[in-house]
């Protein structure tokens, strides 16, 4: 090892210290075979060259606007130039396992917002369901189209220090994320074209064609050419950049609260040709901004009248309304026994062994070894309120307790995973970072299509295990490598010149007769996103 | 097409042209004061701010860097080069999935140089050359990838009224000049000065060339940035947005103020229009800005979020 390894395998510090198994070298410091190609390419490299390149990914993305919105102002999201592969045997099993997730909670929730046949049959205690913040009564009775409610799912999974994924949480209200899968791809073909071509990588760009076909398969019954939109809470969102980027790809309109109307049970869009109907809403909006009507009063960001509209068969929503109680993490330490009830199947991807804490002989235990354990709260997303405790202070971890104490309901909590790590660009050298996946899958009521890559994001934090984009996170492109009998199209290489130009882009609005920067911005900021926290 | 986007493709022509004429007259205004020591430069700032459009309250008067600060530099007035390029790619932003990439991309790239601050530094002129160059990439691109749909037309429509309206301005600046013959300098900054000779084949000098220069600035059919082309391509995208064939007249308001405002000064002699240039001018403004409205009262009546108000229940 020489140039940019050098030092690589000094201890690492942080929560998961040296347990943490690293994905590119085995305990020996020989690469896995997997990535002896990239491990070779990495080291022939200059370390001002990978530099070099890594500089203009960041300002491809500046260029291209690939930003989230973060308190108020675009950033972009930091691309790491180093990609993470991913080898056909394994991608086997995470495709199977989170196939299997999502028709696991395709069930349940049919079930939830039906028959409760689970909770008369003692699976599930009624109190779990109906205490969770994102069980609406309102949904009840909604019959979606084919039977699908989550038309888009995104499982977060980890590695643990014996390489097998697990899965963490389940995101099937909003996950966001997968625009960033496309656009690291096409960013890192252009930068490291060589050492993509010294793989088979399977292709990610047909996930928008996917997505549109799931979409037009939810259209009411007896609708032959479906319009679909996609809604979203405006430019001021943090994943408003995916918003945009998911209509253009899917040559749909992208349209926001303001440019919806409903009436009678239908659902229109305001056009230069008067009203035109519309028939699939993706929305990007949370269920407590989607509907005035039936949430939160004030909110300018929905269509009043859309869920009734959904009930009556007149529009399809997607993903259905009510799905977070699915993603609720008390849920989540049932999904084993759910899944041997309704598929009678024992999970492919296990779970990350997790203390109930409503429950008082698991609360106390917890509460005995609270500094070993990460504490989470049940119903957050993107890292929201999550405590690290072993790496927070001892006030912190005090504060915790009494916060547990005060709503045991509210938070669960789980021993420190060593997610695994992938070498990582920090200066002009490769550090191990801790990892996740992010998978997406398709749901079109015949299939679960699950995207061949994924979202990996990076704590670029040294010892840090929080991942999010809030918190410093930054992403790799996920390479899933084609198996050696796969017939699959791998990705073609097209290198498309990019110019050069860095600054960040303050927060501007426009302040006469064009439309600008409204009240509405704080609303639009406010809705949380799963992931992009 | 949705109102909303309707609404912001119209802008994003309108602020895109507004950026690169007002880089134009202000690069001839500033190459107007150094050039001839006899002006008095904070009267003709003075008077160059009410001709576009900002004007100071009175007793108040503006250097040049004062002036450039408001018509080149500041970031939030849409009547700056700057923030007109930024509410433009606002405007792009809102609609990402209507533009085409490239078009996104340039108009990103450019607000990403202007928010960096370092043209603030440029000399003027260095930066005026730039913004037009910018502005023609952007131009260039909506030419090249945009379909001619409603999207286009609307675009355009933006684009030909405030194309309008800048070169009356621009021609009204003459009335603010100091001395000397200002013909060859305005006719420079509209890119027409040699369109105009090869048209009237230097034919053209003293007062003769005034009033052939007038005549062209504002009358010519073939020169794109003509205030009577303008309004005619203006015509035909109204045409396209909403072509009801009718058998008398026109119900709808944009094209009435439009169509007026062109015949008035096609059918004025060139003579009645230099007399009176600074009132005529000032009616195409007006024009541009009726039309505006009506527009907007026509394709996008939507105006601004919606409010919804619930009783308690």
């Known amino acids: 090892m020489r140039d940019v390894f050098e030092g690589y395998r000094d201890s690492p510090s942080g929560a998961a210290g040296a347990r943490a198994a690293d994905e590119m070298f085995d305990d020996a410091g020989r690469p896995r075979p997997e990535w002896r190609a990239l ?99 309102a949904a009840v009775g909604v019959e979606p189209a084919g039977g699908v409610r989550v038309h888009v799912a995104g499982i977060d999974l980890v590695r643990d220090e014996d390489g097998d994924f697990r899965v963490l949480e389940d995101n099937v209200r909003v996950p966001s994320g997968v625009s960033y899968v496309l656009e690291n791809r096409q ?32 259209a009411p019954a007896g609708v032959d050419d479906p319009t679909v939109v996609v809604l979203t809470p405006g430019v001021y969102n943090s994943a408003y950049f995916e918003h945009s980027l998911l209509a253009r790809a899917m040559g749909v309109e992208l349209v926001e609260g303001r440019d919806l109307v409903c009436r009678g049970n239908r659902v229109y869009t305001r ?23 039936h949430f939160r009063r004030d909110s300018v960001l929905g269509c009043a009248g859309i ?19 699915a993603d609720d993490k008390l849920v989540y330490t049932y999904v084993p026994e759910l899944t041997k009830y309704y598929l009678g199947e024992e999970l492919i991807l296990g779970n990350v062994p997790t203390y109930r804490l409503e429950i008082p002989a698991e ?26 405790c072993p790496d927070a202070s001892a006030e ?83 390479w899933v490598l084609a198996g050696d009998e796969s017939t699959d199209e791998v990705e073609r290489i097209a290198v498309r010149p990019a110019e050069t130009d860095l600054a960040p882009a303050p927060q501007h609005s426009a302040s006469d007769a064009g439309p600008g920067a409204g009240s509405e911005q704080a609303q639009q900021q406010q809705q949380q996103h799963e992931g992009q926290g | 097409m949705l109102s909303r986007i309707a609404e912001s493709l119209f802008w994003i022509g309108r602020y895109v042209e507004r950026a690169d004429a007002t880089a134009r007259i202000l690069d001839v205004h500033v190459e107007r004061t150094l050039a001839d020591p006899w002006v008095d430069e904070s009267a003709v700032s003075t008077s160059l701010l009410s001709v576009m459009g900002s004007p100071l309250e009175p007793g108040r008067t503006v250097g040049r860097r004062e002036l450039l600060e408001l018509l080149a530099h500041d ?22 999935e209507t533009v085409s990439g490239d078009m996104w991309e340039s108009l990103n790239t450019t607000w990403n140089a202007l928010a960096s601050g370092q043209w603030r530094a440029a000399s003027p002129h260095r930066f005026f050359s730039w913004v037009r160059e910018r502005t023609a990439v952007v131009s260039g691109l909506v030419d090249a990838t945009m379909s001619r749909d409603d999207s286009w037309h609307f675009f355009v429509l ?24 200002q013909w060859p300098l305005l006719l420079r900054s509209t890119g027409a000065y040699e369109a105009f000779l090869r048209a009237y084949h230097g034919s053209s000098t003293g007062a003769a060339g005034e009033a052939h220069a007038a005549e062209f600035l504002l009358l010519d059919r073939l020169f794109p940035r003509s205030v009577v082309n303008a309004l005619e391509v203006a015509e035909a995208c109204l045409d396209a947005l909403d072509p009801v064939p009718r058998r008398v007249g026109y119900t709808e308001d944009a094209r009435r103020v439009v169509g007026m405002a062109r015949t008035r000064l096609e059918f004025q002699s060139p003579e009645d229009l230099l007399a009176d240039l600074h009132e005529q001018m000032r009616l195409v403004t007006q024009a541009c800005s009726a039309a505006s409205e009506a527009v907007g009262m026509r394709f996008f009546p939507v105006a601004g979020a919606v409010s919804w108000t619930a009783g308690r229940s």
């Open chain 1, 39 to 137: 491990a070779s390419a990495l080291s022939e490299l200059p370390a001002a060259e990978l530099r070099a390149r890594a500089d203009q990914l960041a300002s491809t993305f500046l260029d291209r606007g690939v930003t989230f919105d973060y308190a108020g102002e675009e950033r972009p999201f930091p691309l790491d130039v180093v990609p993470r592969i991913i080898d056909a045997v394994q991608w086997e099993r995470v495709e199977r396992g989170v196939a299997q997730r999502v028709r696991v909670l395709e069930a349940f929730l049919a079930d939830v917002y039906g028959p409760m046949r689970a909770v008369a049959d003692g699976v599930v205690p009624r109190a779990v369901i109906t205490s969770s913040s994102h069980f609406h009564r």
């Open chain 1, 187 to 218: 960013a890192l073909t252009q930068v490291l074209p060589e050492a993509l071509q010294a793989h088979r990588v399977q292709p990610v760009a047909g996930y928008p064609q996917d997505l549109l076909a799931a979409l037009r398969a939810a």
């Open chain 1, 271 to 293: 056009t230069t040709a008067g009203e035109r109907r519309v028939d699939v809403v993706y929305r990007r909006v949370d269920d407590e901004f989607l509907d005035p009507v």
């Open chain 1, 307 to 325: 869920l009734n509209a959904a009930r009556a068969g007149g529009v399809s929503i997607a993903n259905a309304v009510g799905n977070g109680v």
């Open chain 1, 363 to 388: 609360r106390e235990e917890a509460l005995d070894r609270l500094d070993e354990l990460v504490v989470k709260p049940v119903d957050g997303s993107g890292g929201k309120g999550l405590v690290v």
């Open chain 1, 396 to 478: 912190q971890v005090e504060d915790l307790r009494r916060r547990v104490l005060a709503d045991p309901r509210g938070w669960i909590a789980q021993p420190v995973v060593a997610l695994s790590t992938v070498p990582t660009l920090s200066g002009s050298r490769l550090r191990p970072r801790h990892v996740d996946l992010r998978p997406f899958a398709v749901n079109d009521g015949q299939r679960v299509r699950v995207l061949r890559g994924g979202l990996t994001r990076v704590a670029l934090r040294e010892g840090s295990l929080v991942v999010n984009s809030s918190q410093g996170g930054g992403s790799k492109d996920t």
């Open chain 2, 75 to 96: 970031p939030v007035s849409p009547s700056s080069i700057t923030g007109a390029l930024g509410a433009a790619r606002e405007n792009a932003r809102r609609a990402r």
């Open chain 2, 158 to 181: 933006g684009r030909s009224l405030e194309r309008a309206d800048m070169t009356a301005r621009l021609v009204d600046t003459r009335a603010v000049s100091g001395t000397g013959s």
